[in-house]
């Protein structure tokens, strides 16, 4: 029998034997093979959490890191690793409602799921042992984007440039910023191609930035969209095909939406930023699970496509290598890569797909349908992992889709067809293009505790209490407000056509108030002809009920022309209009 301590190989379950019976050989998949990508597809119930939980707890004892993706909540159980599988460690996870409908007091239940998971475990020759090395060797953080239960993630917090090499590249720069302008206009609900003047100029303000490596944050592009750095998109004039008074339009649509009380967490909390997810201090292998549960489709259609990019650059920048540096995990992945439509996640997830393997990042992902995945995106996955399906077609759907692709070579689709027919709940079929024929298996046990989806106050006491596997929270970034809030980073935006200007000798420390500038001029005829000139310039401060000229004061500056010349001073504050 094969140890299934073996470094570079993960222990997924045990092989059936052609009567259908689970053998005592265990089923190690060659870590290097996951770098050819794997799909796990069965209906609800089949098992795939459970298995696809199996692969990343053996990433992490294997010291490769791990970004997942969860859409359910369910994939945050990686959290709940208990080495002494005592009844006290389970105890504050067990379902409360599940312990009353079986007549059990808390307690009672907490102690048959520990018994539950340590025979488990012991039956798939696993132990308190076992957890134990799973929990050292990776610490599992589970990040909230825009929501501060987990460790709050701000995808949108600062648009960072991309390495040196993509943005010499100009296909490489238009691909990145496509997706970030992408992923804006998605939030906003707006899934205009890629041909649309918002999507284009919002791509060349982007790469405009990156170009001279110059990081934006959202202020900067809404201003930018108002003083666009370009004057033609195309071949024509900007101004005729996105005017100033509809790019302004696009701009106060864009804050409106960041102002919302929806958006109130996305503009604080860690940046996105992908070499920090895998590794921690001292390069510490992680697993990161970014749950996206609590958000509407927009936002995580957002967070997924931004998540996908950004992994795109990191692993661009890396050296190649032929062993598994990464895993990348997402679940329940329909709609983010539809045979037909072009979502924002579709571009950088296929370039994953194809372009991942030479940098030894792993792609694995989750669905019920086959149908859900594009065919071309199926043609670069390595492991297909076939459990449960609802129906006759949904199997013949698969095996169309495994055949499609390179892995298809001298599949028996008779053979796989049958081994697909009535499989129990977490039996799978394996069909490896790096194995010999396709095999049965048998999940293992988790480590983990699969106590279901988790809520919201459960991420939080997970937070709270880094002792049940959750990572304490890193100091948050300081916020980068949008134009709305009391003071902020950012110019609020006037229409284009009211003339705005600052004044002079501003410095990092001030705070500019929005102000009305009133002027005059005075002239003196005097009999002798000589007249006496005099420009008075008042400027008065914005309130609630307009400009306050009682109070207003007298500035003196040489020219009008001169202060609507002058610019804000660097790393100034602006208060919120009225
Ligand atoms: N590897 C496993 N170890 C222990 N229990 C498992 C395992 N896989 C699945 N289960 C049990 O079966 C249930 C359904 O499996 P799950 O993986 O959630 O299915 P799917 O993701 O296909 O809907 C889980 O809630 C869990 O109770
Ligand atoms: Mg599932």
Redesign the pocket.
Known sequence: MRDIELPGAFYVGRVRNAAGTTTDEPLLIDARDLTTHAVCI??????????C??LMEEAAIDGVPVIAIDPKG?IANLALSFPGLTPAEFRPWIDEDEARRQGRTPEQHAEAVAKRWSD?LAAWGEDGARVRRFRDSAEVSIYTPGDSSGIPLSPLASLEPPSESERTDDALLSERAGTTAASILALLGDESDALAPTHILLVAILASAWRGGRALDLAGLITAIQKPPITRLGVMELESVFPAKERFAFAMRLNALLASPAYAGWLSGEPLDVARLLYGPGGKPRISIISIAHLDDRQRMAVVALLFDRIVGWMRAQPGTSSLRALVYM?EIAGYAPPVANPPSKPPLMTLLKQARAFGVGLVL?T?NPADLDYKALGNVGTWFV?RLQTDRDRDKVLDGIQSGASGRGLDRAAAASALTALA??VFLLHDVHGPAPLVFE????LSY?A?PMTRPQIARLRAQPSAGGAPAPAPVAPATAAAGHTGRSRPQLPPEIPQCVLPGGTAGTVYRPSVLGSARIVYSAAGGSDVVQDVHLIAELGALGPDWSQAREIAVASIDSLLASAPAAGASWAELP
């Not at 609800?44 to 959490?49: D, P």
């Open positions: 069965g209906m609800t119930g089949s098992g795939k959490t459970g298995l939980l199996g369910d488990g679940d989750a019920q459990g709940s977490r999940t293992r046990w988790t699969l279901g």
